[in-house]
T-cell receptor
Framework: SAVISQKPSRDICQRGTSLTIQCQVDSQVTMMFWYRQQPGQSLTLIATANQGSEATYESGFVIDKFPISRPNLTFSTLTVSNMSPEDSSIYLCSVSRVGEKLFFGSGTQLSVL | KNEVEQSPQNLTAQEGEFITINCSYS?????LHWLQQHPGGGIVSLFM???GKKKHGRLIATINIQEKHSSLHITASHPRDSAVYIC???????????FGTGTRLTIIP
């Protein structure tokens, strides 16, 4: 199993600022996933973060807007840059291992004014 | 057409009723996951299936690989079962997941 500590749990930010979300896992994992969940929608994958290499971004998401760090096998950050109200969402990190259940952080509820 | 379709989108039932949520997918998969999301955003993994059937307490999940279909059943439903239930599939050879749009379940006392 894996326990993921995600913070902050929620934040209210001003337009044009940036917010960094952190996820700490209690065991080493190769891949970490960052998701966005817009109001009333399901989860959309932003990027996959591998230790020691640049993150792989999905279509519609770019590094300048969502820079990701993965300095070791237990930690990752996602930054939401130059925020606008359209970035108001829940952001979640997740880990999985082949053949195992999924594990999610508790989510970061972001509101941009 | 989405690769993962869930039905119904919303379901309201009385406490004690037997609940069924369905998930159909159109791609080859290595595993199918059922997730539960409570208000506030936290997501809990209920089941991971690659074949057959699994049971945990009042929850039962089944999958039919040939028909590309899975069901989540809740027996003796309770108001604390009220949540959004999400089906997600892992594609063969790929750790990335594709998510259904979720089923919002409300159990009335």
């Amino acid at each position: 199993s894996a326990v993921i500590s995600q913070k902050p749990s929620r934040d209210i930010c001003q337009r044009g600022t940036s917010l960094t979300i952190q996820c700490q896992v209690d065991s080493q994992v190769t891949m970490m996933f960052w998701y966005r969940q817009q109001p009333g929608q399901s989860l959309t994958l932003i990027a996959t973060a591998n230790q020691g290499s640049e993150a792989t971004y999905e279509s519609g998401f770019v590094i300048d807007k969502f820079p990701i760090s993965r300095p070791n096998l237990t930690f990752s950050t996602l930054t939401v840059s130059n925020m606008s109200p359209e970035d108001s969402s829940i952001y979640l990190c997740s880990v999985s291992r082949v053949g195992e259940k999924l594990f999610f952080g508790s989510g970061t509820q972001l509101s941009v004014l | 057409k989405n690769e993962v379709e869930q039905s119904p989108q919303n379901l309201t039932a009385q406490e004690g009723e037997f609940i069924t949520i369905n998930c159909s997918y159109s791609v080859g998969i290595s595993a199918l996951h059922w997730l539960q999301q409570h208000p506030g955003g936290g997501i809990v993994s209920l089941f991971m299936l690659s074949s057959g059937k699994k049971k945990h307490g009042r929850l039962i999940a089944t999958i039919n690989i040939q028909e590309k279909h899975s069901s989540l059943h809740i027996t003796a439903s309770h108001p604390r079962d009220s949540a959004v239930y999400i089906c997600a599939v892992g594609r063969s050879g790929n750790e990335k997941l594709t998510f259904g749009t979720g089923t919002r379940l409300t159990i009335i006392p």
